[in-house]
């Protein structure tokens, strides 16, 4: 079955600390990988694809195939990076159709 | 640049009316647009793939006959949520790509209540 997990519901830290978020996926073949975050009263974007291979803000994930993961990271947490983060995946075949995580609320306190 | 625009953003209306939400792509062509409904503090959810000229391709548990999805043209496409019920009370989003390798762009989502 292909499902995306997201563990944490909510994720507290202080501004400065490291954050990570994770995301764990189940897939039979070879799906893409994306990071989309959502800011208070704004619409949904586009973070990361891990085909992208790149940083964004701070963040990056790394594509984990053995562990099936792909999880986010910042080094130093921010306090506008509170956001809803929704970690995705897409199939190939199709039209790409979008499975979301259930989401997590990265809370950056001062 | 890739804006999606829904609308309405908000509406409310009586039990059994028929409802339309709109999504279009405002500076690009959207080969396929995608709605998803998304309940309070759970994930986005998709109801169905829509390809311009076409017919919709709904997700196992979503009514067809219900939730009704046009995509006349390579900007717009239209959600008519028919026969409304208290229980069709949800956010709905809507979004766009121009290309099989392209991402998704979503618009900014229309709250639906039912009273």
């Known amino acids: 079955a292909q499902r995306v997990t997201q563990p944490e519901k909510l994720l507290s830290v202080f501004k400065g600390a490291p954050v990570e978020l994770k995301c764990n996926y189940s897939y039979s073949g070879s799906p893409e990988l994306f990071w989309y975050v959502q800011y208070s009263r704004q619409r949904l974007q586009l973070l990361l694809r891990h085909i992208s291979r790149e940083s964004i803000k701070g963040f990056t994930a790394d594509l984990n195939k053995g562990e099936t993961s792909f999880h986010l990271k910042k080094p130093f947490a921010q306090e506008e990076d509170s956001a809803m983060y929704y970690c995705a995946l897409s199939g190939s075949g199709g039209y790409n159709k979008l499975i979301f995580g259930a989401g997590t609320r990265l809370a950056v306190h001062p | 640049g890739a804006v999606v625009s829904q609308h309405p953003s908000w509406v409310i209306c009586k039990s059994g009316t028929s409802v339309k939400i709109e999504c279009r792509s405002l500076d690009f062509q959207a080969t396929t647009m995608f709605w998803y409904r998304q309940f309070p503090k759970q994930s986005l959810m998709l109801m169905a793939t829509s390809n311009e000229g076409s017919k919709a391709t709904y997700e196992q548990g979503v009514e067809k006959d219900k939730f009704l999805i046009n995509h006349a043209s390579l900007t717009l496409s239209t959600l008519t949520v028919t026969s409304a019920h208290p229980e069709d009370s949800s956010f709905y989003i809507c979004?766009?790509?121009?290309?099989?390798?392209?991402?998704?762009?979503f618009g900014d989502g229309t709250r639906l209540s039912i009273l």
């Open positions: 979004s766009a790509k121009w290309g099989g390798n392209q991402p998704q762009h």
